[in-house]
Structures are given as C-alpha cells and as structure tokens.
C-alpha cells in the first residue's frame, strides 16, 4: 500500500536532571531532506540522528528538533577568559571612540554574556557516562518518533489511496464511455460526409459512386483510430493500481504513469473528432491533473 510523506512525531524523556524532546515533521520532497537542530552540547548526535532517518524513510522534507531542558536554578557557568578578552576589546574600543570624538560608547554586561563562547552550557564537562546516557535518551527518543512518523505516513497513505482510486474509477468509467462511442465513429462521418456531398454536387448534375466515399471514410477511421490509444490508458490504470496496492515507495514511478496517462487522453481527445468524446477525455484530463498533484505526496 502506498505510503504518504506527510507525518508526525514527538517523543519526551524527563528525569531527575534531564529532560529531553525530540519532535520530528514530514512534508512532501521529491527526494529526502532532513533538517535536524540538536543542541550544541550534543551536536555529535547529529550524525546518529540522520541514519535513523535515512533508514526509517526514504522521500521526504524531514525536520527533527531536538530539545534538552536543564533544571531550574541550573546556572549556565561563565567563561571568564572568554569573557575578559571580549571585556579588553570592548574598552579599548571605547577609549578608541572617546579619542576620536566618535559618539560615546557604554559596555553593557548583558550583551557581553550574549557573546560567543562567554556563557558555557551546564552540560559541557559531564562525566563520559552521563554524557553518553543523554546521548543514548535522544536517540531511542528518534526512534520512538520515528516509529509515530511512519505509522502516521501510512494511515495518509491508506486516506490518499481511497482518493486516488476513486479517482480512477471515474476515469474508468469515462474510458468505457468512450470505448463504446468509438465505432461509431466512422459511421457517423460517413453519413455527414455523404449528405454534404450529395447536396454539393446534386445542382451540378454530379455523381459520386459509394466507393470513393468508402475510400474517404476508410482514410477518416484510420487517422481517427483510438484503440491503441484506449487499451494503453487501460493498462496505465490496471498498473497504477496494482502497484499502490502491493508496493511501497512507489511516488515517482506513479507520477510518470500518470504523465504517460494524461498524454493519451490528449491523444484521444486530438484524433477522436468527435463532440461527445472529446468531452469526456476533458474530463478525464481534469481527474488526472488532481491525481499528479496527490501523488506528488506518495513515498
């Protein structure tokens, strides 16, 4: 069964001094995209997190969020070279500002914390154990969101096809119309031709023998032979369907067969000449367009 790409997922850890959220969104791309924010402390998680991904998923713009919340009273510690050095520009900069008769500057404290590299993260310095158990927290927290993600994507996938095959029931539908139309075609030209001529010549005094007009309408049903036309689209749905029945990740594969299917209907809709069916390769046409357009949401 088809896959959708749109999924949601959220997984949350809290312990005595860790709490943890990892959040991941899924929208449709036509390859696989992952946008992953983790906290700098763990940045190294980053990697762990993209072959979770990678394995669980295969299309698709997928943005992870990784949150880690300290406990309150938690004091981010000072980096006080850091912050000593930033302090020296700043005044030397100031005095360089009141030399040059430049507008007065004041060193504001609260922006020198602001600074790179001034205030650390409490969680830089954690002993090797606990810094590996956080690690490990965030990614069995992946994993459980990936696991929401995909159970997501296929109850959308599961909606989308009912849509889609709804859709292709009507084309279905419309294509029987026209397979039953379809003979009578050359019938139909053959009695309009036969009337214009016999009113044309009749004054003249003309004969035209019913064999020149065979020869005319035999010309007329070949240019205007659908059938080839007919039996492929027929067979791009019985293959569209088998394969979101029974396959995933299929998106592109159906996207090209709706392509190929909406190129035959024009076909048709070109070489039928006919009123009645012309409207109804419209409105197959019509279907085909919101099909390309859902499918471009399959896995």
């Keep these: 069964m088809i896959i959708s790409m749109t999924g949601y997922g959220r997984a949350s850890l809290e312990e005595e001094n860790f709490f ?3 959040e991941i969104r899924s929208v449709n791309n036509r390859f696989l995209k992952a946008s992953i924010r983790v ?3 763990l940045a190294e998680c980053e990697a762990d997190i993209d072959k979770l991904v990678r394995q669980q998923l295969c299309r698709g713009s997928i943005n992870v969020t990784v949150t880690v ?7 981010a510690p000072v980096n006080r070279e850091a912050a000593q050095y930033y302090l020296k520009e700043m005044q030397d900069l100031a005095r360089w500002a009141k030399d040059s008769a430049a507008a007065p500057m004041n060193i504001d404290l609260t922006q020198l914390l602001l600074l790179p590299g001034v205030c650390e993260s409490p969680n830089r310095g954690l002993a090797e154990p606990e810094h590996q158990h956080r690690r490990d927290a965030i990614g069995r927290l992946t994993a459980d969101a990936l696991t929401q993600v995909v159970q997501m994507r296929k109850r959308e996938g599961e909606a989308l096809w009912k849509d889609l095959k709804s ?3 009507e084309i279905s539908k419309a294509l029987e119309s026209i397979r039953q139309q379809a003979p009578q075609i050359a019938q139909q030209y053959h009695q309009r031709l036969r009337a214009r001529v016999m009113q044309l010549v009749g004054d003249a005094k003309l004969s035209l023998s019913d064999a020149d007009l065979l020869r005319e309408v035999a010309l007329f049903s070949e240019r205007a032979d659908i059938s080839e ?3 492929r689209l027929s067979g791009h749905l019985e293959h569209f369907t088998a394969l979101a029945e029974k396959e995933n990740q299929v998106g592109r594969t159906l996207e090209f067969i709706a392509q190929e299917m909406l190129r035959e209907a024009n076909t048709i809709g070109s070489k039928a000449s006919d009123g009645q069916i012309a409207k109804l390769s419209m409105q197959i046409k019509g279907i085909i367009d919101r099909i390309k357009e859902q499918v471009q949401n399959v896995e």
């Design 20 to 22: 943890c959220q990892v």
């Design 229 to 231: 036309e007919i039996s």
């Design 167 to 169: 859709h292709l029931d």
């Design 39 to 41: 906290p700098d402390e």
């Design 69 to 75: 919340v300290l406990p309150s009273g938690t004091a």
